[in-house]
Each structure stands twice: as C-alpha cells, then as structure tokens.
C-alpha cells in the first residue's frame, strides 16, 4: 500500500470554526491533491499541488485553502466550517502529471460540520 | 467541460453471475480511461486503466475495452465472487497533473 495517512480520520466540528485537514505521504511523490466524496457527485477535486509551495484550484475550491510546506505534507483548511462541507475528504498523489499515472488515495477523512 | 456517465446503483448479483457497469464519457481530446474500487471503510484502489482507443484493461479478472466509437468504457467480469461486493468509479483523465474526472460511482452487492 501506498504510504499515506490522513489525520483525523473522523472529526465532527461545529458551524465557523476553522478545520485543518493533514495529508502525509511517504513515497516522496511530486503531486497530491485533495478530493471530496459526496453522494450522487462522485468525487471531486478541490485543489491540487505540483510541488512544494505551488498549489491551484480545483473543480469546488470556494471555502477551501491549501499549503504544502514539505513535499511529504498537503493540508486543507475550511476557514469558517459550513454544513454544505459535511463530507468525505481523499487525498490523493502521484508520481508524475501524466494522463495515465496512477493516483494513490488514503483511506479518507469524514467530516461532519454540525 | 469533460464528464463521466455511469449506471446507477445498487447492481445487486448473486455469486458467479456475470457482471457489466456502465461506462460513458464525454472529453474534448483523447484523456486515459480508468476504473477505481472503493472497498467499505477504505479509500480507491486502481482496479484497471485503458490509455488509448481499442486498449484494454484487465485486473483480477475484471475488464473494460476503450471504444471511442462510443465513448464507453464498461467493466466486466464474467463471474463475480462476494468479495467483489464495493463501490466502483469509472474517472478520466486527460493529463495535466492528473487531475481526475469520476463519475458518480455504482454500488455493487454480492450475495451468496
């Protein structure tokens, strides 16, 4: 199994607070990314890094910021917590940009905003 | 903007039935072709991938053939088995950072 953990693994938080999602690889991969799982959309993509310091947004940023200080760490922050953020959050990296690498997922984050 | 179809769920077969999800896309250029497995409690797992039209992809005796006639790329497995009970996504990807498209996922249940 890929080397990524994803902490908490579960965390119920209540309306406006700010949450700080931490993803941490050990493969040493240039790219990981930040999806979020809700039923009837699949997963979608929040933001993605392709290198320390170097982050873009993704398909559903609105309310979400990211920084990648180390190549092994990504963090999502939810900067005041809405209900409509209640999900399931994935990291994801891969080796290289390419259409055909595979991406590597962590066992997820359930986050219910109350 | 790029899109991925798939059947709706729950497909629910009994044990050694024959097995087909659907699969459509919609993509501006020629993006890879992927299917993921999501077991309970767990994040996705590459099941297989198709790279290019007429390819196809085949992992622990699942399948699915890139046909860009018909933008499809359905899974198949001719004989299904309890542990293959879990969530399935077909996604796309045309590149650039590997910056995947899924679709809405396809629950499958497999009795006894």
């Known amino acids: 199994d890929a080397g990524i953990t994803q902490s908490p693994r579960h965390k119920v938080t209540e309306t406006g607070t700010p949450v700080t999602l931490r993803c941490h690889q050990t493969?040493?991969?240039?790219?990981m990314y930040w999806y979020r799982q809700d039923p009837g959309h699949g997963l979608r993509l929040i933001h993605y890094?392709?290198?320390?310091?170097?982050?873009d947004k993704g398909e559903v940023s609105d309310g979400y910021s990211v920084s990648r200080s180390k190549t092994e760490d990504f963090l999502l922050t939810l900067e005041s917590a809405t209900s409509s953020q209640t999900s399931v959050y994935f990291c994801?990296?891969?080796?290289?940009?390419?259409?055909?690498?595979?991406?590597?997922f962590g066992q997820g984050t359930r986050l219910t905003v109350v | 903007g790029n899109s991925v179809t798939q059947m709706e769920g729950p497909v629910t077969l009994s044990e050694e039935a024959f097995l087909t999800i659907n699969c459509t896309y919609t993509?501006?250029?020629?993006?890879?072709l992927f299917w993921y497995v999501q077991y309970p409690g767990e994040g996705l797992q590459l099941l297989l991938k198709a790279t290019k039209a007429d390819d196809k992809g085949s992992n622990k005796g699942f399948e699915a053939t890139y046909r860009k006639e018909t933008t499809s790329f359905h899974l198949e497995k001719g004989s299904v088995q309890v542990s293959d009970s879990a969530v399935y996504f077909c996604a796309l990807s045309e590149g650039g950072f590997q910056k995947l498209v899924f679709g809405t996922g396809t629950r499958l249940l497999v009795s006894p």
């Open positions: 493969e040493n991969h240039r790219y």
């Open positions: 994801a990296i891969s080796e290289s940009a390419g259409g055909n690498t595979e991406a590597f």
């Open positions: 993509a501006t250029g020629y993006p890879s």
């Open positions: 890094s392709y290198g320390v310091k170097d982050t």
